[in-house]
């Protein structure tokens, strides 16, 4: 059974910068997608990025392209999320979540298509 822990979430201000990760355990996490899904209070989870299996494929929402960057360490079992210039509005708990999938290809816009998730980390953009 996979496990996914996120950690890296905080208070931070408009402009400033975080990196969130997610720490993957109970499987070797270079046999799936990872992807980063945010849920705000009175908001739909939505998509922020994901990435395939190797790393060779990324994918991100419109509202964070330029912002952040996903990657990942397989020797590590851990995807990162760095998150630059950030806005009020980028506050959320944020979630990673994995599916097993061998495909070159990854989308953020069916999180139902993810099997396992994360317990979530804050964050929180203010002044």
């Known amino acids: 059974q996979l496990q996914l822990v996120e950690s890296g979430g905080g208070l931070v201000q408009p402009g400033g910068s975080l990196r969130l990760s997610c720490a993957a355990s109970?499987?070797?996490?270079?046999?799936?997608?990872i992807g980063w899904f945010r849920q705000a209070p009175g908001k739909e989870r939505e998509g922020v990025s994901c990435?395939?299996?190797?790393?060779?494929?990324?994918n991100y929402a419109d509202s964070v392209k330029g912002r952040f960057t996903i990657s990942r360490d397989n020797a590590k079992n851990t995807v990162y999320l760095q998150m630059n210039s950030l806005k009020p509005e980028d506050t959320a708990v944020y979630y990673c979540?994995?599916?097993?999938?061998?495909?070159?290809?990854?989308?953020?816009?069916?999180?139902?298509?993810?099997?396992?998730w994360g317990q979530g980390t804050q964050v929180t953009v203010s002044s």
């Open positions: 979540a994995a599916v097993a999938s061998v495909q070159n290809m990854c989308v953020i816009n069916r999180p139902i298509e993810y099997d396992y």
């Open positions: 109970g499987f070797a996490s270079n046999y799936y997608v």
């Open positions: 990435i395939t299996r190797r790393g060779g494929t990324t």
